[in-house]
């Protein structure tokens, strides 16, 4: 059984810091493809960060320069660690692992942590 489960999330005021982790089991963690999302109310789920096998980032034009994304494949964790919070980073962050492998895509989700940015 696949589970990803994230935590860290809260309230923060603007200008603060969080540190969202998602740890894995039941999957090979470190052939994965890990990434976060976010989905605040009404907006669609957005992608926010990927971090692929080989340790290559990319992120949302949004985030750039204040959050960053890495892995640690001993711990089967990923983090996303976010500064300079805005209130426009409200939303619910979720835990993304996918891959492709002899033409199926595996593709995992977690339950959400909820990040407030206000003050």
Known sequence: QV???ESGGGLVQPGGSLRLSCTASGIIFRIYT???YR???GKQRELVAT???SGST???DSVKG???INRDNAKNTEYL???NLKPEDTAVYYCNARKTMLSVDYDYWGQGTQVTVSS
């Open 3 to 5: 589970q990803l489960v």
């Open 34 to 36: 890990m990434a976060w």
């Open 39 to 41: 989905q605040a109310p």
């Open 51 to 53: 971090i692929t096998t």
């Open 58 to 60: 990319n992120y949302a």
């Open 66 to 68: 204040r959050f960053t």
């Open 81 to 83: 660690q976010m500064n």
